[in-house]
């Protein structure tokens, strides 16, 4: 199996604090796999190494088989990453369906005129379809969820990372949402996802990543992971 | 099945009225008095230096305070044009859009490290700049300003075949000639940015200027499309501040470059009008000339019933009157929003 995204020994500090320290996983296609770890253990710092938003001090990005290490935000967007943001980012003063043909037009670098039909497909599975035409400013807490999932969709992204997305919904919500990212998933469209919200990552991804003071310490089966020791005393805060 | 488009009723009544009343301004000159010629001109000038800043500010989100550096230095290219080198003014108007031009690339490399308030400050200090750099040109009169040559505005192109055909003398062929010119750029301006919103840059631009970052994540060039539409409107208030110094023939630094008649009453006009729709600054160069007509006279206390007319917009109807007619009636004569309209196959014949 290839893999879509490989670290090798990445860092990064801020100052004299390292966010993200000697890190390396590899997440093969297709595959869903989610991060977890307390408030402050770097994950979002990972998200923003991997679009290339912040550069790694030291250590090695692969995409798709190609060193992106150095390689520039929006190009690697246009190779297929899409993220969606913690707190929604939309284009409030567009459309919901024009929100989309942005994303679709400029993260595949096609014309409006070739993205439409997939723009309307995504809309159709992120249920956003009866609010095609709403200013996104005007869009409720869920809509505005899904509306970030379909932006990041909408690039054509070979690899999805979403940030958070189910934080702050109601159960019947969150439901609904972890629904449509199954759906997703299904389609073959590979996922790293971190999320406060367990059972709701649990029940997609098949591999488990756990970040505690910038540090992997520990990645694989979501069962055993949660499972072991070591994780259950720095991420559940348990006594052993 | 479905469908995209931006077109409404509206905006093929729109699209209808706007052509006939092209026609009607082109023929105008042949019946209409010469005060009505410079009436319009002075309208038709504003509303072009007006849509270029709501094209800047209300569709890019950069509030430029310094758009009164490129019609002066424009007005003062065109000035080099015919008095140095010997140029006909209205060849020379080119001049403008060009210095405006080279200007705005200095101009645009500082102040977007600015952001907000910041970019607004920067762009009225290097205005200033300008000016004081200008005002050391001694040959087109420094400080105290210098005027066009008499050789030059008595033989200028089409001028002679226009006081023929029309009846008229010189002066009065000057300012239908004029007129013309200042048709031909509001209508090319409006056209040009109707296209551009329309255009898969305006998708890019509506999104840097709702969420810089969010636009940047989903790959669009947000540095880039600032750029493009920041230069391209800085020529075009160049072009139009050299063709307002053909028509005046009288130049001088303060003038040319004051931020009372080149920024603050074109932000006037489109705060008034509506900011972020093209429909904003011709309802607002409207009220503006109707209120200047009217009330001129009065000196500050005109100034000073400006400003609190403008602060009264912003705080109870911060879109402008074509925002509260839009709200009312849902009314768009040029829409840009892209519609999708499902059709339902039973529904189908």
């Given amino acids: 199996m290839t893999d879509v995204l490989t670290l090798s020994h990445v860092s990064k500090s801020f100052g004299a604090l390292k966010v993200t320290d000697d ?28 679009t290339g938003n912040f550069l790694p001090d030291a250590g090695q ?29 939309p284009f409030e003063g567009l459309t919901v369906f024009e929100n989309l043909l942005t994303a679709a037009a400029y993260g595949q670098g096609k014309r409006e005129a070739e993205v439409q039909d997939a723009c309307v497909a995504i809309l159709k599975d992120t249920e956003l379809l009866a609010k095609a ?38 159960e019947g919500e969150c439901q609904a949402l972890v629904a449509t990212i199954r759906g997703l998933h299904a389609q073959g469209v590979t996922i790293i996802w971190i999320e406060h919200v367990l059972h709701a990552l649990t029940s997609v ?36 | 099945m479905h469908q995209v488009t931006t077109r409404t009723r509206a905006s093929t009544i729109a699209g209808i009225a706007a052509l006939a009343l092209i026609a009607v301004g082109l023929i105008l000159p042949a019946f209409a008095p010469r005060s009505l010629i410079q009436d319009l001109f002075f309208i038709l000038t504003m509303l072009t230096l007006a849509q270029l ?27 080099a044009g015919v008095i140095l080198m010997g140029w006909d003014p209205v060849p020379a108007i080119l001049l403008g859009g060009l210095a405006a ?48 040559p008499r050789e030059a505005t008595s033989d200028i192109i089409g001028v002679e075949t226009i006081a023929n055909l029309f009846g008229l003398r010189d002066a009065a062929a000057r300012d239908v000639l004029a007129y013309w010119l200042a048709l031909g750029l509001a209508v090319a301006t409006m056209a040009a940015i109707y296209a551009l919103l329309r255009s898969r840059t305006g998708l890019a631009l509506a999104a840097v200027r709702d969420n810089d970052n969010a636009a940047r994540s989903v790959g669009v060039d947000a540095r880039r499309v600032k750029w493009i539409v920041f230069l391209a409107a800085a020529t075009m208030t160049g072009l139009v501040g050299a063709l307002i110094y053909v028509q005046t023939a ?40 109707g209120l200047q007509t009217a009330f001129a006279d009065y000196g500050s206390w005109y100034l000073l019933a400006l400003g609190v007319l403008a602060i009264a917009t912003m705080l109870f109807a911060p879109r402008g009157l074509w925002g509260l007619i839009h709200d009312r009636t849902g009314l768009s004569l040029f829409p840009v929003q892209r519609r999708l309209i499902l059709i339902d196959e039973r529904s189908k014949p």
């Fill in chain 2, 250 to 289: 009288r130049i001088s630094p303060d003038a040319a470059f004051s931020v009372t008649n080149w920024t603050a009453y074109v932000i006037f006009i489109a705060v008034i009008g509506g900011i972020g729709r093209l429909e904003g600054p011709i309802l607002g160069v409207l009220v503006f000339w």
């Fill in chain 2, 53 to 79: 800043w709501n094209l800047i500010a209300g569709f890019g989100g950069m509030v430029s305070v310094g758009q009164q550096a490129f019609v002066g230095i424009g007005a003062y290219a065109m000035f």
């Fill in chain 1, 61 to 89: 990005i692969t995409l798709l088989g190609r060193d992106v290490t150095r390689t520039p935000a929006m190009e690697r967007v246009r190779m297929g990453v899409g993220r969606s943001f913690q707190i929604p980012q």
């Fill in chain 1, 23 to 50: 890190v390396s996983f590899a997440v093969p296609k297709g595959q869903a796999l989610g991060i977890i770890g307390p408030n402050g253990a770097g994950k979002s710092t990972l998200f923003n190494l991997v």
């Fill in chain 1, 133 to 170: 035409n709403q200013l996104a400013g005007t869009l409720s807490l869920l809509d505005r969820k899904r509306l970030e999932l379909a932006r990041a969709m909408a690039t054509g992204p070979e690899l999805l990372l979403l940030d958070e997305i189910a934080g702050g919904l109601t």
């Fill in chain 2, 101 to 148: 031009f080279l200007l705005a690339i200095p101009m645009a490399f500082f102040a977007f490290r600015l952001a907000g308030a910041y970019f607004a400050i920067g762009t009225w200090v290097i205005a200033e700049v300008t000016r004081l750099v200008i005002a050391q040109w001694k040959t087109l009169g420094g400080g105290t300003g210098t005027s066009l």
């Fill in chain 1, 205 to 240: 991804v098949e591999r488990l990543l756990v970040l505690d003071f910038g540090r992997v310490i520990g990645i694989g089966d979501p069962d055993q992971i949660m499972a072991s020791k070591e994780v259950r005393e720095i991420y559940l805060g348990m006594e052993v």
